[in-house]
């Protein structure tokens, strides 16, 4: 069964204070990860979309990068308007399947 | 270019009554995905339509359902509602392809008392 588990569950820094916050994976032929942030109350913002193990990709404060298990989407100097959850997601099964996701991060960035 | 639109945004009904949700995709995506999202559970997939045909479905009861009409707009509809479905009702947006991105609407904010 395809699973994603995001760690920390809830992270707490001050404005400027990098971090890095972890995606582990176990799917069947990955097609893809999903970055999405999520404002209260709204639908998930797409982020970042990799494919192969080894991909960055970057904007503004954000990267993330592959590996074969896992992904990371780097802050740095993050600012208050950076407080969000942060959730990643993989097409599971086989074809045109939905997103399996984790249960995200909730990242506070303190002034 | 227009984002993926959801309607109504809040609806509160009550147990036993059944409901229908809309959702506009973005203009050219051909394939739409429901999603639930509670606070216990997170976000899990319910189905996915594409060119009019349910092609994917999650884990959830037949009360649960869904269409696509021949412009790519989709409904869900639940029927007999159970408190327990409470939540905020998500759909996405994508090309239809393996992989592409899915794009997400606001969301449909559904209570049941």
């Known amino acids: 069964e395809d699973q994603v588990t995001q760690s920390p569950e809830a992270l707490r820094l001050q404005e400027g204070e990098s971090s890095s916050l972890n995606c582990s994976y176990t799917?069947?032929?990955?097609?893809?990860l999903f970055w999405y942030r999520q404002d209260p109350g709204k639908g998930p913002e797409f982020l970042f979309t990799l494919y192969s193990a080894g991909e960055e990709k970057e904007k503004e404060r954000l990267k993330a990068t592959l590996t074969k298990k896992e992904s990371f989407l780097h802050i740095t100097a993050p600012k208050p308007e950076d407080s969000a959850t942060y959730l990643c997601?993989?097409?599971?099964?086989?074809?045109?399947?939905?997103?399996?996701f984790g249960k995200g991060t909730h990242l506070i960035i303190q002034p | 270019k227009a984002g993926v639109t959801q309607t109504p945004r809040y609806l509160i009904k009550t147990r036993g009554q059944q409901v229908t949700l809309s959702c506009s995709p973005i203009?050219?995506?051909?394939?739409v995905s429901w999603y639930q999202q509670t606070p216990g559970q997170g976000l899990q997939f319910l189905f996915e339509y594409f060119s009019e045909t349910q092609r994917n479905k999650g884990n959830f009861p037949g009360r649960f359902s869904g269409r696509q009409f021949s412009n790519s707009r989709s409904e869900m509809n639940v029927s007999t509602l159970e408190l327990g479905d409470s939540a905020l009702y998500l759909c996405?947006?994508?090309?239809?392809?393996?992989?592409?991105?899915?794009?997400f609407g606001p969301g449909t904010r559904l209570t049941v008392l």
């Open positions: 799917v069947s032929g990955l097609r893809g």
């Open positions: 996405a947006s994508s090309l239809g392809q393996t992989g592409d991105t899915q794009y």
């Open positions: 203009s050219g995506h051909r394939s």
């Open positions: 997601a993989v097409p599971s099964g086989g074809g045109a399947d939905g997103l399996t």
